[in-house]
């Protein structure tokens, strides 16, 4: 198990064509935006996500979850966890995400700098 700290808008690439990035965080809340290719199956609290199809082929997915939710990319499991924060116009949102992910050996993990 891998264990990455991510803050908004930084990614962590999983095997050779899955980026998943922390795309917002709120509160109790935290947005993962994943971008993956079509046979990849997504599955959040034992149901298939369904992707956004853009313009380009491209399936982007969104999750918004709780600290300790987890998730499935294909064979990885993914954990998030992060301290809950009151957000006000003063607070910044530069509050970490840790991103635990359990993938077989032979899926490459790796954070993109």
Same mark, same amino acid.
């Given at each position: ?53 853009? *313009? ?45 992910? *359990? ?11």
């Amino acid at each position: 198990m891998l264990v990455f700290t991510r803050q908004i808008g930084q990614t962590v690439c999983i095997g050779e064509d899955v980026r998943m990035t922390v795309s917002d965080k709120r509160g109790d809340r935290v947005t993962i935006g994943i971008l993956a290719p079509a046979p990849t199956a997504i599955r959040c609290g034992g149901a298939t996500v369904l992707p956004k199809i853009l *313009d380009s082929g491209e399936r982007v997915y969104a999750l918004t979850l709780h600290s300790g939710d987890d998730f499935e990319i294909g064979a990885a499991r993914v954990r998030v966890n992060f301290k809950p924060t009151r957000l006000t116009a003063l607070t910044p949102r530069r509050i970490p995400v840790r991103v635990a992910i *359990d993938a077989p050996e032979h899926i490459v993990v790796h954070r993109e700098e």
